[in-house]
Nanobody
Framework: QVQLVESGGGLVQAGGSLRLSCAASGSIFSSNTMGWYRQAPGKQRELVASITTGGSTIYANSVKGRFTISRDNAKNTVYLQMNSLRPEDTAVYYC??????????????WGQGTQVTVSS
């Protein structure tokens, strides 16, 4: 079952911005750390940013200062505001809900992904 739904991807020029949204179902949002991963062709899937239920955030070094993760508890939605986009940001972006973001678990939830393409 799909319980995370991403939206907001698209095609933008370098320097532009996009905001990704991930809506969670059921009790997933309130009990899990939420994160954004991305996977570019020929590369490993990598953690872009995460945010705990308490609001603590972690960012990949490559996006620090450009991306901002946030969560709206009332809407059960996590966002990724992406500014100053670069061609190397091009990837499929996936939303993840997990108790522990850095450890895989059968209880993890994944969205189906949304494509972000940044033209040079």
């Amino acid at each position: 079952q799909v319980q995370l739904v991403e939206s907001g991807g698209g095609l933008v020029q370098a320097g532009g911005s996009l905001r990704l949204s991930c809506a969670a179902s059921g009790s997933i949002f309130s009990s899990n750390t939420m994160g954004w991963y991305r996977q570019a062709p020929g590369k490993q899937r990598e953690l872009v940013a995460s945010i705990t239920t308490g609001g603590s955030t972690i960012y990949a070094n490559s996006v620090k200062g450009r991306f901002t993760i946030s969560r709206d508890n009332a809407k059960n939605t996590v966002y990724l505001q992406m500014n100053s986009l670069r061609p190397e940001d091009t990837a499929v972006y996936y939303c993840k809900a997990a108790k522990l973001m850095f450890l895989s678990s059968p209880r993890d939830y994944w969205g189906q992904g949304t494509q972000v393409t940044v033209s040079s």
